[in-house]
């Protein structure tokens, strides 16, 4: 009998063993899920007061930083803005321009390659540049976006939904190394690449933003691009490098897009 009870008496301990195992096991298994996130607005007032050992830290950077943002690079010899043309802009045009100039060395040196044209959004620029000092607070201001340049590669016949898309936007969305014409019932007349007439059968190679690439503004035709290269180059950052190049900034509405009267 002793060896009976003490045989049921061992059961039960593995019992009990194998079912606590058991339930650590499942335990372990089950993943936790966020079934509640609260938070509260901690409103920032007068109530607030600066520390001033944080604030004697931070000083020295601040003012290094505003001095770089407000150190003239070059000189705007009247207002440039996204308003002043309807087909292209002074503002367009000097940010496709500067994309075209600034970039097309980092192709070439990176694929043997060079840029054909330029493509941006009439919304990407979000400041007029005043007439007067050019800073790199001025870069910062018409591009407030943390926007990297792309290149892309488009057959020739893509670039006829390029084209199609931009006479039915009705805006002014900046270009550069290309040049359309519009006749005066808004169907194509001329469509050039560098001087040349589209070639539907060779390909192309397209600067944008990388907003743009993946169809935004609704331009899904860069979509169909054979082939993406990333610059890691911001579109800001090619503003202020070509700023610094200059002495004086004096874009004008062209005739790199324009109807027929």
């Known amino acids: 009998m002793a060896k009976l009870k003490h045989f049921s008496i061992l059961k039960i301990k593995h019992f009990v063993i194998f079912f606590a195992l058991s339930v650590l096991a499942s335990c372990k298994n089950q993943k936790e899920h966020l079934t509640e996130l609260t938070g509260k607005q901690i409103p920032i007032d007068s109530s607030y007061s600066s520390i001033d050992s944080i604030q004697n830290f931070i000083n020295p950077y601040h003012d290094r930083v505003e001095q770089i943002l407000d150190s003239t690079l070059a000189y705007a010899t009247s207002t440039i803005t996204k308003s002043d043309g309807k087909f292209n802009t002074t503002a367009g045009n000097l940010m496709a321009d500067i994309v075209l100039t600034e970039t097309d060395p980092i192709f070439n040196k990176r694929t043997g390659h060079h840029i054909d044209f330029v493509l941006l ?141």
Request: cysteine-free; aromatic content about 10%; hydrophobic content about 40%.
């Open 121 to 261: 959004n009439h919304g990407g620029i979000r400041s007029v540049i005043s007439k007067g000092n050019v800073t790199a607070r001025t870069a910062y201001e018409v591009m407030p976006f943390e926007n990297d340049v792309v290149v892309v590669e488009l057959r020739g016949e893509t670039l006829l939904k390029m084209v199609d898309y931009l006479i039915k936007s009705k805006q002014a969305h900046p270009v550069a190394g290309i040049q359309l014409i519009l006749n005066k019932d808004n169907t194509l007349n001329t469509f050039t690449i560098a001087g040349k007439p589209l070639d539907v059968n060779r390909n192309y190679f397209v600067a944008t933003s990388d907003y743009l690439v993946t169809g935004g503004d609704n331009m899904n035709f860069f979509k169909e691009a054979l082939s993406k290269t990333e610059t890691d180059y911001k579109i800001r950052n090619a503003m202020i490098d070509y700023f610094s190049k200059k002495d004086t900034i004096a874009p004008t509405v062209d005739l790199r897009y324009y109807q027929l009267q």
